[in-house]
């Protein structure tokens, strides 16, 4: 039976402003002829070899669900099968259809955009960018914009067989394959030079990283003899982040500091100390191990019985918590409750729960997760700025959203849209209201990309080299109080120093 029977209409829909620039151009290019376009997405992009695609297509995705993609007098039908319309709503490959669903709808909207010349132009302005690079004048131009472009070229090369196909507008047709063949060779001429570039200035940012951490550790091992207890206690702190004065520019080897063990459910998991410690607690370590169906979280007194596992209090938690983005702020641990988009702060003195929040629209239970899964729908970040909370919603598209939350009553201060698709990120973490995203989880030369500044309300891609020693990041946060980042790589309790540099006039 049909769980979905979707026609898309022709009239203009809203397109969410916010998307991706990539993500934008893409699906302008498959969307000019539409009916070809819906088959072609709903049918897994079977084309034939002269670049037509079947009239009736049907793709299967395992024995229960069906996706049929057809045309059908001018409108494209796609229709979604499932064995038992009870279960839809709760059932995760039903939600995906929904996400599928609701992206295809806005689809009219960018046949008019590119129709109207909108896309001819902002070729001819990336060219134009091009065009001063290659002569000399002052532009500028990084490898990100590089690639980028380069992913939105070969989409489009692929698509232009079909359009002319079917006949769609000629002569726009041709304008674009024009400045296809135009970017393309300039490109070609320009690959060396940006590639090397971008390649010296990553050694060079990997060569300042490695030479902090050497400095750092030689200082550390230099004045004390024996190193008990690496972090700040009671009676001292870090100097605080001067917040818009400084900026970070490198990050250290990672530390090991404690290994959970070989058990799988022990592979992944999350460790804290207070940034916000109540008086009393300033030494105080947290931990979770395993991240499904689990309601139990350990703290040790000191960094003694931590790494000796002696004393140690155990946390039976009211509900059980899925998921590595946990974050213990001010007194409290606030965790993810399993199989939900639910929030929850539970009190470590009291050992009661003062507060609860269900995301508006959040993914759960690996709808949208980091590289790494393990249920990492939500993440829950403190910083200098407060408590925030990163997620992804099916009406998003799956972008990156961040809330700043009241830390009291979690209650949503603010909501910012980014243009970060959730599920190509490592992982994620703030410093004075900027998030900072890593590529990857599990690949031991990682780096910081792609950073958004709530505070300005703006994005940027920066390369700062990550080393993920263990290659099975499940958690990295920041700790305001000891300026360092808190890793779970591979059951290994690991962190890292954080470098700081004045920031540049123009910033």
Request: with cysteine.
């Amino acid at each position: 039976m049909h769980c979905i029977n979707t026609q898309f209409p022709e009239e203009v829909r809203h397109i969410r402003k916010r998307m991706a620039l990539q993500t934008v151009i893409t699906r302008i290019a498959v969307s000019v002829h539409f009916a070809t376009a819906c088959c072609l997405l709903m049918s897994s992009v079977r084309a034939g070899s002269d670049g037509t695609f079947a009239a009736r297509d049907i793709h299967v995705i395992n024995d229960n669900y069906k996706v049929q993609g057809y045309t059908e007098n001018g409108q494209c039908v796609c229709h979604i099968d499932a064995p038992n319309p009870g279960i839809c709503s709760e059932d995760g490959k039903f939600q995906e259809m929904k996400y599928l669903s609701h992206w295809l709808a806005n689809l009219t909207q960018i046949v008019n955009e590119m129709i109207s010349g909108q896309f001819l132009q902002q070729l001819a302005t990336v060219k134009e960018k091009f065009d001063r690079f290659e002569s000399g004048q002052n532009a500028v131009f990084r490898l990100a914009d590089f690639r980028e472009l380069s992913e939105q070229l070969e989409v489009l090369t692929r698509v232009v067989p079909t359009l002319v196909h079917n006949e769609t507008n000629s002569h726009m047709i041709q304008l674009l394959k024009n400045e296809i063949g135009n970017l393309t060779a300039v490109m070609n001429d320009l690959q060396f030079t940006i590639t090397g570039n971008d390649t010296e200035n990553h050694k060079l940012a990997e060569l300042r990283s490695k030479l902090a951490s050497c400095e750092e550790q030689y200082s550390f091992h230099a004045t004390k003899d024996v190193i008990k207890d690496p972090f700040y206690g009671a009676s001292n702190a870090s100097t605080p982040v001067q917040c818009g004065e400084e900026e970070l520019y490198a990050i250290s080897e990672p530390w090991t500091h404690k290994w959970a063990g070989t058990a799988a459910a022990l592979q992944y998991g999350a460790w804290f100390k207070d940034p916000l410690p109540p008086p009393g607690t300033e030494d105080r370590i947290y931990y979770v191990t395993n991240y499904n169906n689990v309601k139990l979280l350990y703290e040790h007194a000191n960094y003694d019985d931590f790494v000796s596992n002696r004393r140690q209090v155990v946390h039976t938690l009211p509900y059980t918590y899925e998921g590595t983005g946990h974050a213990i702020y001010n007194g409290s641990f606030y965790f993810i409750r399993y199989n939900t988009a639910t929030i929850t702060r539970w009190d470590l003195k009291l050992r009661q729960t003062l507060a609860s929040i269900t995301l508006p629209g959040a993914g759960k239970h690996n709808t949208f997760h980091y590289t790494v899964g393990a249920f990492t729908d939500i993440d829950i970040e403190a910083d200098e700025k407060g408590l925030w909370a990163v997620y992804a919603t099916t009406a998003g598209q799956g972008l990156m959203d961040i809330s700043k939350l009241d830390p009291n009553t979690l209650a949503i201060i603010h909501t910012w849209n980014t243009n970060r698709l959730k599920r190509v990120v490592g992982n994620a973490f703030f410093i004075c209201g900027i998030m900072y995203t890593i590529d990857t989880h599990n690949t031991r030369s990682d780096r910081l990309y792609y950073a958004y500044d709530t505070n300005k309300s703006v994005d940027s891609f920066l390369a700062i080299p990550l080393n993920l020693k263990y290659m099975l990041l499940g958690q990295l946060s920041y700790n305001a109080r000891e300026r360092v980042l808190f890793g779970y790589d591979y059951g290994h309790m690991v962190t890292y120093q954080l470098y700081f540099k004045q920031k540049t006039s123009g910033k």
